[in-house]
């Protein structure tokens, strides 16, 4: 619950972190960082974006909610080491987007891989009996190689899904479509490239990016500072990352390897090195 006579959200500027792969628990909690930041009527917003991507579901609704407040906040993208594939869809959210000369940035595409354990199943002697609806129900099974009919269907998915994007960057910052399939091909580029083929519209630092939301939102570039709005961690996870060396890596590379399994088999806006 927010106090109605707190004046101080109107002079400073809301911060969002959008860091990792890209999930349903990154879109849960961005959604809801961003319904406090309309609540609380914050002025600007810094949206900072350290990420390869992700789903496409959920960097859609992301993209969604940003797209929605642009009408009330000053919104500014601030891409930060790496932002590509899915990150780079959010960042069509906001109308002002920066970054560093050396950001990695683009991988604009889709990708769905799926696993394929056939010889290894065979070796062991380990076989399954599919009884199924439809010639497509097991589609991507880890035991049997692609059908050409069923390449054709995820060809044909991944496609489709690669239009929206390429559609949504082409509205978000007014190109022609066939303009951004010239290096909307997967490949991946520089902030300074990418200001070149004009998916961002400046180069400089979070602080800069700072400066600019600022700027749009008539602040004192000075006094207007930035207030980070996030989920609180549980006590103990706030005790281990400050006292155990490489929790926090620990923690990352779990999360990883739980969204690669969760989303296999998934068209993904992901940038996969």
């Not at 961003?34 to 993209?63: F, W």
């Not at 035991?143 to 069923?150: F, G, H, V």
Request: hydrophobic share 40%.
């Amino acid at each position: 619950m927010f106090w109605p006579f707190n004046q101080k959200a109107t002079k400073q500027i809301a911060r969002i972190e959008i860091a990792g792969a890209i999930g349903s628990s990154t879109r849960k909690a961005v959604l809801k960082a961003l319904k406090e930041v309309e609540e609380r009527k914050y002025p600007a917003l810094l949206l900072r974006i350290d990420s390869p991507g992700g789903t496409v579901g959920d960097s859609y609704e992301i993209y969604q909610a940003l797209q929605r407040l642009q009408s009330k906040v000053k919104i500014v993208a601030s891409y930060g080491n790496i932002s590509a594939s899915g990150g780079v869809y959010i960042g069509m959210g906001a109308p002002y987007i920066m970054a560093n000369p050396g950001t990695l940035t683009g991988s604009i595409g889709v990708i769905l891989r799926g696993n394929n354990l056939e010889k290894l199943l065979d070796r062991v002697g380990v076989s399954f009996q599919v009884i199924k609806s439809g010639p497509y129900k097991d589609i991507l099974s880890f035991d049997r190689q692609l059908t050409a009919p069923e390449e054709q269907i995820l060809q044909s998915l991944i496609d489709n899904t690669y239009e929206q994007f390429v559609q949504t960057v082409a509205e978000s910052r007014h190109l022609d479509p066939e303009t951004v399939r010239t290096f909307a091909d997967g490949r991946i580029f520089t902030g300074e490239q990418a200001v070149e083929f004009g998916v961002v519209d400046r180069l400089g630092s979070e602080e800069d990016a700072r400066l600019w939301a600022a700027e749009l939102a008539g602040l004192d570039p000075q006094k207007a500072k930035l207030q980070t709005i996030e989920e609180r961690k549980p006590l103990l996870t706030r005790i281990l990352q400050s006292q155990v060396s490489g929790f926090s890596t620990v923690v990352s590379a779990a999360d990883w390897v739980q969204f690669e399994l969760s989303t296999s088999g998934q068209p993904l806006w992901l940038y996969r090195p």
